[in-house]
Structures are given as structure tokens and as C-alpha cells.
């Protein structure tokens, strides 16, 4: 049996923990048929419906994005007086269905941590490695066996900045692509010098030396250049601890 990994309810953005409730307890009860029988057992309104559009979290009922969207636009919470005859309206007509092209996995990835924060689909940076590799950036992949001493060029999603109190004014990064993670160190100096784009930078180019001492591996900084345009409005953020 393949394996899958949820995100929960709580992270999609503005969505209210009662609504989560209702949805999770309808569920319970039976796997929702379509959008109105979402809409109908866990008393949807349009704000909360079109949130879970925006999440993707109704694909598995709409197909994609796109036409969860467009359904959400078109489906109303039904009045028990009128529930039963709409239901009949339903079952005897036959409406055409509308051919609605599917989001592109930049989309989809911009729309995810838009609404939710992170992306269980394709990776930001895998999105433009062609260019990266035109500008000669390695991956975290190839860094993990790059030679000590060695220069590297990298380019990754800024993931966490800690700057500990007993560190002389080093900052130690963590930079993220498609294929893995790298440690950087940042000296005080580079991080002055630099310092607009060492505060600002979502995507973050590294020019240095790779260092391997007692089995870690950091990538030593010497020059920073913010790519963040390349992410074309991909909203990312990162933890930064001082």
C-alpha cells in the first residue's frame, strides 16, 4: 500500500477550528460524495469553502484546483426546505461539464504556501533548477559529496537563521533545494557587508567552500546574492533565532 502523508486542517490559512470540527466529524460518519454533500452535512459557508479551494484541499472531490474553485463559485448551502427538491432537480438534469485546464505545478506550488505554507508537490527550487544550473549552482545532493577545501556554488530556500550568543557573530543557515538541505556559515563580516541580502533573501545564492570536520559538513560563505525574483511570488519564510 503506497504511502501518504496529511496536512492537517489547522494549517490552512484562516480556516476556523469549528468548521475543521464539523468537517472531520461528517467525515466520520461517511466519505463526502461532492461538494454539496460537503457543503450540506458539515454546514459550510462560501468563505470556508473557498478557503479549502484555495489549500487544495477539495481536489479529491473536483479533480484539481482550478475546477474546486470554480465548483465552490457555483455551490450553495441548501435550505432543508428546498434540500429535497433540489436533490430530484439534480438526479434529472444533466448539466454539460466544463473543460477547465488544470493548474501548472508552479501554481499549485505558489498557491500551496500561499493558503498553507508549504507544498507537498514539487519543490520551489526544483521548479527552476534549469536556470539555476545555467548559473552553475550545484544541488544538495551533489554538495553531500563535494571534496573539503573544494569551492561550491549553491542556491536554496532560506529554512532557518541562528546566530547563537556564543558564536562571535557567526550565523549558521540552513538552505533547502529539491533534493536536500545544507549548513552554512555566514561570518560576521560577509553578513555586514551583505547585509540587506542576508536579512531578506527567501532564495539565497551561496558562493564559498565546502568544510568537513567530524563527519558534518558546512558550506563556509564568502559571497550572497538574493535570487528570491526567480521564485515568481512563491511566498516562503523561515525561522530565525538571534
Do not use: C
Request: glycine letters at 6%.
Amino acid at each position: 500500500m503506497p504511502l501518504a502523508l496529511r496536512l492537517g486542517m489547522r494549517l490552512v490559512n484562516g480556516l476556523q477550528q469549528k468548521v475543521a470540527d464539523r468537517i472531520s466529524a461528517a467525515r466520520a460518519q461517511a466519505a463526502f460524495g461532492d461538494l454539496d454533500d460537503l457543503v450540506a452535512r458539515a454546514d459550510l459557508d462560501r468563505s470556508s469553502l473557498d478557503r479549502l479551494a484555495e489549500a487544495g484541499a477539495l481536489r479529491g472531490l473536483a479533480g484539481h484546483r482550478h475546477r474546486a474553485r470554480w465548483q465552490s463559485a457555483a455551490t450553495e448551502k441548501q435550505l432543508p426546505l428546498f434540500a429535497a427538491a433540489n436533490a430530484i432537480d439534480a438526479r434529472s438534469t444533466s448539466e454539460p461539464r466544463i473543460a477547465i485546464p488544470p493548474p501548472s505545478a508552479f501554481e499549485d506550488t505558489r498557491a500551496d504556501y500561499a493558503s498553507v505554507g508549504l507544498t507537498l508537490g514539487a519543490h520551489p527550487v526544483g521548479l527552476i533548477r534549469r536556470q539555476l544550473q545555467q548559473r552553475r549552482y550545484q544541488r544538495a545532493i551533489e554538495l553531500a559529496q563535494w571534496p573539503d577545501k573544494r569551492s561550491a556554488r549553491y542556491a536554496g530556500l532560506v529554512i532557518l537563521r541562528q546566530r547563537p550568543q556564543t558564536a562571535s557573530g557567526v550565523t549558521f543557515m540552513t538552505l533547502e533545494d529539491e533534493t536536500g538541505m545544507v549548513n552554512v556559515v555566514v561570518w560576521a563580516q560577509v553578513a555586514e557587508r551583505q547585509r540587506r541580502v542576508f536579512l531578506e533573501s527567501q532564495l539565497l545564492a551561496v558562493e564559498g567552500r565546502m568544510e568537513s570536520a567530524e563527519g558534518s559538513q558546512h558550506l563556509i560563505a564568502t559571497r550572497l546574492e538574493d535570487l528570491s525574483p526567480l521564485l515568481g511570488g512563491v511566498a516562503t519564510s523561515s525561522r530565525d533565532f538571534r
